[in-house]
């Protein structure tokens, strides 16, 4: 099992940046992908971004290039999702994820294996 704790959402305005952070616990987080999704009130589950197990390999949804930039840091059993320029469309409650096994580059909610309870990131125009 593994447990995903997420943090840093919150009310912003929109051009602010913001910082998530993911904290695992349970078995062996480095060996992972770890991903990012958010879900608008109404709306299904989308695909944000992912990161492989290294770091050294990072996947986006084409509307997140850019602005969004996710990382980890094994040693902390942690991951990031750094948003820039919020907007409004960006308001939704962002999930971290992660999967035992396969790529980096699947984007199903499905795919993944374990969930964290999901923040609330609130942004006003």
């Known amino acids: 099992q593994v447990q995903l704790v997420e943090s840093g959402g919150g009310l912003m305005e929109a051009g602010e940046s913001l910082r998530l952070s993911c904290t695992a616990s349970?078995?062996?987080?480095?060996?992972?992908?770890m991903g990012w999704f958010r879900q608008a009130p109404g709306q299904e589950r989308k695909f944000v971004a992912s990161?492989?197990?290294?770091?050294?390999?990072?996947y986006y949804a084409d509307s997140m290039k850019g602005r969004f930039t996710i990382s980890r840091d094994n040693a902390k059993n942690t991951v990031y999702l750094q948003m820039n320029n919020l907007t409004p469309d960006d308001t939704a409650v962002y999930y971290c994820?992660?999967?035992?096994?396969?790529?980096?580059?699947?984007?199903?909610?499905?795919?993944?294996?374990?969930w964290g309870q999901g923040t609330q990131v609130t942004v006003s125009s």
């Open positions: 994820t992660t999967r035992v096994f396969g790529a980096v580059t699947s984007t199903s909610p499905s795919d993944y294996d374990y």
């Open positions: 349970g078995r062996t987080f480095s060996s992972y992908t």
């Open positions: 990161i492989s197990w290294t770091g050294t390999r990072t």
